[in-house]
């Protein structure tokens, strides 16, 4: 069984689209996170949630808005999507924030053009 | 702003032969964290190492921790084809969980 699965794999659309990345992990994790690794491969956080409750937000666009329906699921909606947003898009989860691994989703690559 | 810096940005090696990399910090840590992504695929936690350890090993991982100098480093030894990948440090500063992951070091083993 995969822990932490984000659907779709691959995105290809326009600019000024909207989309969204779903992200599940039946791990019984609290705190799920979204990160982005851009063509240089550096990765950085962009939200996390602890039991439903964000808890980080970093300097993202307005554009990008987490939604966590239950502690299981962590979705990402982009809006208007710009040339910029293209990068890989990673869920991932832990047992306990702060102290514990974070287990990864295999990414899903974003490519607007 | 990036917390972790690796060194090196990559490194050629033939099986066998042991992988060093090294991870620098700034700030003050809860713990350490290394991960293993492979080509095209997400990231793999490899070894977790608090505050107050120095030391940790598994499998053919070693991984230190000097607090004073703000740096860890990761050994591979007996390194095969398999391993390679890039390897990542993550520092973990608050209660939060929040990873700030350096460059990256890009391992590629050679048969």
């Known amino acids: 069984d995969t822990a932490v699965s984000q659907t779709p794999k691959y995105l290809v659309t326009q600019m000024g689209n909207d989309k969204s990345i779903k992200c599940e992990q039946n791990l019984g994790h609290d705190t799920m996170y979204w990160y982005k690794q851009d063509s240089k491969k550096f990765l950085k956080i962009m939200f996390s949630?602890?039991?439903?409750?964000?808890?980080i937000n970093e300097t993202v666009p307005n554009r990008f808005s987490p939604k966590s329906p239950d502690k299981a699921h962590l979705n990402l909606h982009i809006n208007s999507l710009e040339l910029g947003d293209s990068a890989v898009y990673f869920c991932?989860?832990?047992?306990?924030?702060?102290?514990?691994?974070?287990?990864f989703g295999q990414g899903t690559r974003l490519t607007v053009v | 702003s990036q917390q972790g810096e690796e060194d090196p940005q990559a490194l050629s090696i033939q099986e066998g032969e042991n992988a060093t990399m090294n991870c620098s910090y700034k700030t003050s840590i809860n713990n350490l964290q290394w991960y293993r992504q492979n080509s095209g695929r997400g990231l793999v936690h490899l070894i977790l190492i608090r505050s107050n350890e120095r030391e940790k090993h598994s499998g053919r991982l070693r991984v230190t921790l000097d607090t004073s100098k703000k740096s860890s480093s990761l050994l591979i030894t007996a390194s095969r084809a398999a391993d390679t990948a890039s390897y990542f440090c993550a520092t973990d500063a608050d209660s939060w969980g929040k990873l700030q992951f350096g460059a990256g070091t890009q391992v590629v083993v050679t048969p």
């Open positions: 991932a989860s832990s047992q306990v924030a702060g102290y514990t691994e974070a287990f």
């Open positions: 949630y602890n039991n439903k409750e964000l808890i």
